[in-house]
């Protein structure tokens, strides 16, 4: 099993940028599709990206793409979220979790699930 850990959390003005990260102990890291959620306040839970266990694959939310980019370091038990041009509606706890499914297709099959780390984007 893994245990994902997120980081790189903040306050941010709207348009500007930032990266969250997520470390999985366990040594089968490349074993799984790990993937990024977001609850925003008030709301339920939501897929912002996926990444294949490789990397050579990446799913992206149509609120986020092409201003979200997910990447990952199987040497490092890492997986990022580069996120450009802010907007206070990406305001959420940004989840990190991990998948024994190649191809999940819901929250439901993700396996493992990380504390969160908080994003404000302020306008």
């Known amino acids: 099993q893994v245990r994902p850990v997120e980081s790189g959390g903040g306050l941010v003005q709207a348009g500007g940028s930032l990266r969250v990260s997520c470390v999985a102990s366990?040594?089968?890291?490349?074993?799984?599709?790990m993937g990024w959620f977001r609850q925003p306040p008030g709301k339920e839970r939501e897929v912002v990206a996926a990444i294949s266990r490789s990397g050579g694959s990446a799913y992206y939310a149509d609120s986020v793409k092409g201003r979200f980019t997910i990447s990952r370091d199987n040497a490092k038990n890492t997986v990022y979220l580069q996120m450009i041009s802010l907007k206070p509606e990406d305001t959420a706890v940004y989840y990190c979790?991990?998948?024994?499914?190649?191809?999940?297709?819901?929250?439901?099959?993700?396996?493992?699930w990380g504390q969160g780390t908080q994003v404000t984007v302020s306008s």
């Open positions: 979790a991990a998948s024994l499914i190649f191809k999940p297709t819901g929250s439901d099959e993700y396996n493992y």
């Open positions: 366990g040594r089968t890291f490349n074993s799984y599709t």
